[in-house]
């Protein structure tokens, strides 16, 4: 699939926003694990975010659709997620899951309202 930048702006966008409700149901269970395993709060950094949510657009801009997506996010949170669990103490196996999960129907909601409504 040839993309172009406003595909990655769109994409961005879309990521952001689907994105927003699952980090707030999630922020205080992510929070307090996250504070237990570092000894501090959890505390957002806005550029590594950024960088974060392009190079997903990026990733996203290789599927053709939402089945795909959700296969790439599903891998791309499964490879973070699992390797906190394998590497950090107080990891949550529970959250590792549904996180990984969460990221495979966040591209492939991305996908499909790109599909749907932009190409």
């Not at 950024?50 to 296969?71: C, E, G, N, Q």
């Not at 969460?102 to 996908?111: E, H, P």
Request: hydrophobic letters at 50%.
């Amino acid at each position: 699939m040839s993309s172009s930048l406003l595909d990655y702006f769109i994409l961005s966008i879309l990521l952001i926003i689907l994105d927003s409700p699952w980090l707030f149901v999630s922020s205080t269970f992510a929070g307090n694990m996250v504070e237990k395993i570092q000894g501090s709060p959890l505390q957002l950094n806005l550029w590594p975010s950024t960088i974060v949510y392009l190079a997903m657009a990026y990733l996203l801009t290789r599927t053709k659709t939402p089945s795909d997506a959700f296969l790439l996010g599903l891998c791309v949170y499964a490879v973070y997620d699992f390797t906190n669990l394998a590497t950090l103490s107080h990891y949550s196996p529970y959250f590792a899951i549904a996180d990984s999960l969460w990221g495979g129907i966040l591209f492939a909601s991305a996908r499909y309202i790109l599909n749907r409504f932009f190409i």
